[in-house]
């Protein structure tokens, strides 16, 4: 009985192959998993970046209809703890609050006041004479919601007080 070598290697080497195979599919296998990881991470961060902005936007024209209601004198004074913006409106007054890097929109007949929902960096209101009108502007930055954020979330925002 004679045993052939050819068949034996044969056998060998299709055993070797299956090795390499299957190290070459557990190296793809792991580069897929970090490249989607990596890819789930930074889809997560903009779309939590997307809801920041939409809110922003909310608060930005909650903020506008507010000025453009005004009744009386718009003023703003700074405090030792930050800035507050004070908006007459009938028997009420609105006030916006920016003290320690969160926003407050405060009505005072209502006894009622509001945290801005997302983390304010800067904000800073200020009025704008332009002829015999004056605008408000307001510019407001975002904290970064990451630390590897290299674009900074601005926004700036006007309205002109109505019927004063």
């Known amino acids: ?19 390499v195979y299957i190290s070459v ?4 296998l792991g580069g897929g998993t970090a490249v989607f990881c990596y890819c789930w991470d ?10 920041d902005v939409q809110t922003v936007l909310l608060e930005g024209e909650q903020w506008r209809k507010d000025v453009r209601a005004a009744t009386g004198k ?53 009025p704008e004479v332009r002829g015999r009108v004056t605008a408000w502007r307001w510019e407001l930055e975002l904290t970064p919601p990451r630390k590897e954020t290299h674009l900074p979330l601005l926004f700036t925002f006007e309205a002109v007080p109505g019927a004063l």
């Open 1 to 19: 009985m004679k045993i052939s070598l050819q068949t034996n290697r044969q056998a060998g080497i299709l055993l070797l192959e299956c090795i």
């Open 25 to 28: 599919f557990a190296v793809l």
């Open 74 to 126: 718009i003023s703003m004074e700074t405090t030792p703890t930050g800035e507050m913006l004070r908006i007459p409106a009938g028997q009420r007054e609105i006030v916006y609050r920016h003290e320690a890097g969160e926003l407050r929109r405060e009505i005072s007949g209502q006894n009622s006041s509001k945290a801005f929902p997302v983390k304010v960096k800067a904000s800073e209101m200020k």
């Open 42 to 51: 930074h889809t997560r961060a903009t779309i939590l970046a997307a809801h």
